[in-house]
């Protein structure tokens, strides 16, 4: 069944056109890898998912769920299921990584079973307990792509759309990050993956997609 499908996307920044005619679609339980050269427009593409830019013309659509999208605005998405994990992880800095975690839930408005909520992502990223009172800031760079994970994952989403989760983290951080991926997979959360070290996360994908100057193209 199909979980998500873009439909005809042009858009860009200002007059500057970055997206031309993208269209695709996934399925439940998908992975999608999303690939291409630097300012290929991978990050433009999970921005205009996200509802962060919108498409220029009325053949733009974004589909989720069977609903359309295309005009929801990042709070409603996220309580649809869909959440999108930035390039650069956007913490909380001056907060406890568990303080993060309350905080990204209450943003899809459910405050209901917190703690339980939090023991669920804690089952599924458990090297975050020994950081739980640590201040966000005081995290190296793979303790914070996991709290960006975690706090995904607060909101128990359908689809997770991840932009670079394993950039500027080391070879057995990287293992550690993919491992958690490949649980959250296991447990049926679909995702969309932009990655540029391929070796390390290919073994994830179900489908491979490819920008290429704001076109698409399937690899398989
Ligand atoms: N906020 C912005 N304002 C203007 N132009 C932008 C903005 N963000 C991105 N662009 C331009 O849009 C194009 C696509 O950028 P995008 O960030 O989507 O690429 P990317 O494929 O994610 O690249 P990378 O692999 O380096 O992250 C680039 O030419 C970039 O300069
Ligand atoms: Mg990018």
Redesign the pocket.
Known sequence: MTLLKVEHINT???K?Q?LFDVSFEMCRNETVLLV??????????L?TIYGLLKPWDKEGRIWFNGENITTCKPSQLIVKGLVYIP?QNELFEDLKVKENLELSSMQSNNKKGLKSRIDNVLDHIPKLKTVLKQECKRLSGGERKLVSLATALMNQPKLIML??PLAGISPKDSTNIVSQLKRLKNDGVSMIL?E?RLKDINSLATKVIR?EL?KLYKEN
């Open positions: 860009g920044y200002g500057k970055t291409g050269f630097n300012g290929s427009g991978k990050s433009t593409l921005k390039q932009d670079e932009v540029h920008l704001g």
